[in-house]
């Protein structure tokens, strides 16, 4: 490690000096490091607005996902009503060609959606983790092997091999698509991750926790894992966005199962009966601008996440000091 | 009942180390230990001095096992290292031999309290404790170390620590684990000057309350003379000389020696400046032929220092030098 | 309150028969916007630097001299600002000058020397094209001038010009240090600033490169202002040193006079924490307690808590500049009226001096 530069950065380490005592240390036995973790991100995110934004609009989508029949109080695969209605106060968006009410469709879909989001995004950021942070830790011929493998299916693009794959599996049910996105998406984050987790190997903690007879697999999942949360949290949010747009995009295709009732699902129905060109352009736009929003919303959230990686982005909102001259 | 007068604590026999670098079609060799036979003795604090790439922190990750030797053996206790093979022997080696590191914000993990290491320690090293006593035990060491209140102490996180308390908190952890070796590579030079006494205090005391042997890595030869009872330089993977600390910095017999000392600012020493021809670049070893490898840049070589590798000679009894030169009876030789 | 009073400015060696000072600063202050408020890093240094002279400042990490470093050099960056003072630089103010007047000046006649030279040189090109960058960025455009005076910068500092075509991780760290002085000197500045340019060399380079800098000082003339947290290295070296603490001057006076006879508790602690490799072999104790937390202004004198000869004053009142003999103190003991006490005392308990 070279020497600590002292020179002005946001930290400010050449000016205002040492770091603060402690005011109130907890009492008691210590709280474990994902609480702590989970503070800090809280934190994050509410000082950043564009996360906040995101975190909201998150919320409201999860809560539709968990409560639909409080919102929507109709069926959503009951054709019971008139077919093509348009825009009322008891259908908010219309029915579908079918006589489905959509708002209750979109509601309901909602579920399906999240799901896929955080189960892949969970799947695929376990994968990674697993592999890109043991490919680093461990080294050597693993390191060779697990990157190679890594690398070839990186090189791989994603969207036709998931068409290849889905088709193969003759389309299938939400299981199959959060199987097809974990299996091919996995790749990138382990790369980033395999990054990481190499910058961090020369750190001498995991020396010392090395000298100290600590056990490989111990040394991986306590001391290197948890420094590096917030690049995990970041790159969840990243394959769930994906997730979202991969699985909505095979739904469309006809590769999801079309009985479900999914934002992907009701564009395919949408573009079977052109909606567009028929005069139900809410068939098509409702589900649209849902995926959209819910992609953004992760793609705010993300913003608290580099900041904390790089504080040089973090915004200025300190107390103004008065330039001289 | 084994004579231990005898055995040192700790003992290398010409201890060597290359890595191979340079890529597949011209592989080459780089030194960075070769032929290191020294000895630690119990209760007492060796340095080991010597500038970047003279090896001494390599001889600290081969003594850690953080490196196995390319040749050569290293002895604790009397005991081989390489006749170490089940985890329990590996895991006692290193409660015995724990390893305070050089850069204190790098050496404890962000993520975790002050306690976490120390206990970890203790959980893999003195099992048979409760939770409890480990916890008692943990303090018991941070107070050792002059960390205090070492129940609030134990509770902060590292970036609430001065880096002067964040080495404490290795040399505690260490102490934790009942050591009888600390290898303590270059523990201080991270730190403020006015924090450095402090810690070199901690390892003084340790040797003497604690019954502890230090080997104390260091490119500062005053730290070396104020905490340590022996002296080891090394130049370019070599040992250049060795002996009792005042010896060796009164009576150098190395001319590598005199040249770093020198060149050791002394803010008491008299004022002069001189020409100064030597730009102090040490070599990298890389396929080196025989002959000492302070040849080029010694005043007094003579034709065998290029042909033939000096050993390391006892010149007076303790007090050894690997220097054709040198000779027991000269007074010291001046470098200019 | 005055921090300086320029009557009570030791008279440097390079000042006698000179047209004025190089480099004025006045009152100098900066603070940093942090979230709890402003930290001021800095606060009201005063110095004056002459043709040729070596300043040495010195404190340990957190006294403010990185800052006020850049600050002089007008490198300061968000959320650091400059709040206050000048930093007069051959007659004009640097402070609130705009980057395009500052372009004049930076490098030409007064340039930065870094405290690692890895960190500071790009290491995906060559030395020899990041001085042709720093040439053309001067208004050198000759082929022919820019070859000739690269190769003789690193001449000056003791490299062969066949490193022109080496990058910065094939030369050694001594070797980019010089490099990196050999580049400070393209322009042959009035003043070039260096922070802890040695601190990551080992002890034998260092000293080359000190004697080195030196010997381009006298046949150059530039002034140096020498930032370091080893008071032993710029002993030997500069005439007039500056000790800070808390961003503030601790004490300022001749070099040989701070060493002889440290008048600041602070100094003095600092001076007893360097063991000598001569001598008898005592024990030291260092300087107990930690540096302050700039962030929680309190009333009295920064250093009271640590200080080993602290009064009940010294927790009450801000200690002013006072000029002692030959320097000038930031101590109570030595405040007017307790001047002659004070002087005694301290000249007592500090230094054993010799061997």
Same mark, same amino acid.
């Given at each position: ?325 | =009942? ?151 102490? =134990? ?47 901690? =390892? ?133 | 309150?005055?921090? #300086? ?68 050099? @007008? ?19 640097? #402070? ?15 340039? #930065? ?16 094209? @990041? ?38 991780? @094939? ?62 290295? #710029? ?121």
């Amino acid at each position: 490690m070279s020497m600590p530069i002292s020179g002005v950065s946001t930290a400010g380490p050449a000016g205002p000096a040492g770091p603060e005592p402690a005011t109130g240390a907890p009492a008691g036995p210590a709280a474990p490091p994902a609480t702590r973790a989970l503070s800090r991100m809280a934190r994050a995110v509410r000082s950043n607005r564009k996360a906040t934004v995101g975190a909201v609009l998150l919320g409201i989508f999860i809560l539709v996902g968990l409560f639909p029949g409080l919102i929507a109080h109709d069926n959503p695969n009951a054709d019971a009503y008139a077919p093509r209605l348009g825009i009322s106060t008891a259908h908010l968006l219309g029915t579908t060609a079918y006589g489905q009410d959509m708002f209750a469709q979109v509601i309901w879909g909602t579920r399906n959606v999240l799901i896929i989001a955080f189960v892949a995004g969970l799947a695929t950021t376990g994968i990674a983790v697993l592999v890109g942070v043991a490919a680093a830790y461990l080294g050597g011929l693993w390191d060779g092997s697990l990157s190679l493998f890594t690398d070839v299916l990186l090189v791989i693009p994603i969207f036709p091999l998931l068409i290849v794959i889905a088709a193969y599996l003759h389309g299938g049910t939400t299981i199959v698509l959060i199987l097809v996105i974990t299996v091919t998406s996995w790749s990138y984050t382990a790369r980033q991750l395999r990054s990481q987790a190499l910058s961090l190997r020369n750190r001498d903690f995991l020396a010392a926790a090395r000298v100290r007879g600590e056990r490989r697999l111990y040394i991986i999942v306590v001391e290197v894992i948890p420094t590096m949360t917030s690049l995990l949290v970041a790159c969840f949010l990243t394959n769930a966005l994906y997730a979202v747009l991969f699985a909505s995009s095979l739904q469309f295709i006809g590769l999801g199962d079309p009985n479900t009732v999914s934002w992907g699902t009701m564009l395919y129905w949408a573009q079977n009966n052109a909606a567009l060109q028929t005069g139900q352009p809410m068939w098509a736009i409702a589900p649209g601008a849902c995926i959209a929003v819910l992609g953004a919303a992760f793609a705010l959230l993300n913003y608290a996440f580099d900041e904390i990686g790089n504080p040089a982005l973090r915004s200025v909102r300190r107390t103004r000091v008065k330039r001289a001259g | =009942m084994t004579d231990t007068t005898d055995e040192p604590l700790l003992r290398t026999d010409r201890l060597t180390r290359h890595f191979k670098i340079g890529s597949a079609l011209s592989r080459r060799t780089l030194h960075a230990v070769d032929d290191v036979s020294l000895a630690i003795g119990a209760r007492e604090i060796v340095a080991l001095a010597g500038e970047s790439g003279s090896g001494k922190t390599t001889i600290a990750r081969l003594l850690a096992k953080l490196y196995q030797p390319t040749s050569g053996e290293i002895y604790f206790a009397g005991r081989p290292l390489s006749s170490i093979r089940s985890r329990t022997d590996l895991l006692r080696y290193r409660g015995e031999v724990p390893v305070v590191f050089q850069d204190p914000f790098s050496a404890t993990n962000p993520v975790f309290r002050a306690s976490h290491g120390i206990l970890r320690a203790l959980t893999l090293h003195r099992p048979e404790l409760s939770r409890q006593q480990r916890y008692d035990e943990a303090q018991r060491a941070f107070e050792a170390v002059g960390l205090a209140p070492a129940a609030e102490i =134990m509770q902060r996180y590292p970036h609430e620590l001065s880096g002067g308390q964040r080495q404490r908190v290795g040399f505690a952890q260490a102490l934790a684990m009942r050591p009888k070796l600390i290898l303590a590579d270059e523990p201080v030079s991270m730190l403020d000057v006015s924090i450095r006494i402090g810690l070199l205090n901690v =390892m003084a005391d340790l040797r003497d309350k604690q019954g502890v042997s230090v080997l104390y890595i260091t490119h500062d030869i005053a730290s070396a003379r104020y905490v340590a009872d022996r002296l080891i330089v090394m130049y370019a993977g070599h040992i250049a000389e060795a002996g009792p600390v005042e010896e060796v910095l009164a009576r150098p017999r190395h001319p590598y020696t005199q040249l770093l000392l020198s060149a050791v600012p002394d803010p008491r020493a008299e004022l002069h400046v001189t020409e100064e021809t030597d730009k102090g670049e040490p070599p990298r070893v890389i396929d080196p032929t025989p002959g000492c490898r302070f040849r080029w840049r010694c005043p007094l070589a003579i034709d065998e220092c290029h042909s033939v590798t000096p050993p390391l000679r006892e010149l007076v009894p303790g007090h050894s030098a690997a220097c054709h030169v040198a000779r027991a009876d000269a007074a010291t030789v001046a470098f200019r | 309150m005055s921090s #300086v009073r320029a009557d009570a400015d030791p008279q440097p060696p390079g000042a006698r028969g000179q047209a004025g000072p190089v480099l004025a600063v006045r009152d100098l202050s900066v603070a940093y916007a942090m979230d709890r408020g402003a930290v001021l890093a800095v606060d009201r240094v005063s110095f004056e630097l002459y043709p040729g002279e070596f300043l040495g400042i010195v404190g340990e990490s957190g006294c403010g001299k990185s800052t006020l470093l850049f600050a002089i050099a @007008q490198l300061l960056a968000s959320p650091a600002a400059v709040i206050g003072g000048s930093v007069d630089f051959k007659g004009v103010n640097l #402070v609130g000058m705009t980057d395009s007047r500052l372009t004049a000046v930076r490098w030409r006649d007064m340039s #930065v020397v870094m405290q690692s030279a890895m960190n500071a040189l790009n290491p995906v090109k060559s030395i020899g094209s @990041q001085f042709k960058d720093a040439m053309k960025a001067h208004g050198v455009t000759s082929a022919d001038e820019i070859a000739g005076r690269s190769a003789e910068v690193l001449r000056m500092v003791g490299i062969d010009p066949v490193h022109l075509k080496s990058f910065p991780h @094939q030369l050694s760290g001594g070797m980019r240090q010089r490099s990196m002085i050999a580049m400070a000197l393209l322009f042959t500045p009035d003043l070039v600033i260096m922070d802890e340019p040695t601190s990551a060399l080992d002890v034998v380079a260092q000293r080359s490169l000190m004697v080195q800098i030196k010997n381009l000082q006298a046949e150059l003339g530039f002034a140096v202002i020498f930032v370091t947290h080893d008071m032993s290295l #710029v002993s030997h070296f500069s005439q007039r040193l500056m000790v800070m603490y808390a961003g503030q001057v601790a004490e300022w006076g001749a070099t040989r006079s701070v060493f002889d006879t440290p008048r600041h508790p602070y100094s003095i602690g600092l001076m007893d924490a360097f063991p000598s490799i001569k001598g008898e072999r005592v024990p030291l104790t260092g300087i107990p307690g930690r540096p302050p937390d700039l962030s929680r202004r309190q009333q009295g004198c920064w250093f009271a808590p640590r200080c080993p000869q602290v009064m009940a004053v010294c927790t009450e009142t801000n200690p002013d500049l006072y000029p002692v003999r030959d320097a000038l103190v930031r101590c109570l003991l030595y405040a007017a009226g307790a001047d002659g006490a004070g002087a005694d005392r301290a000249g007592a308990d500090g230094k054993a001096g010799g061997d």
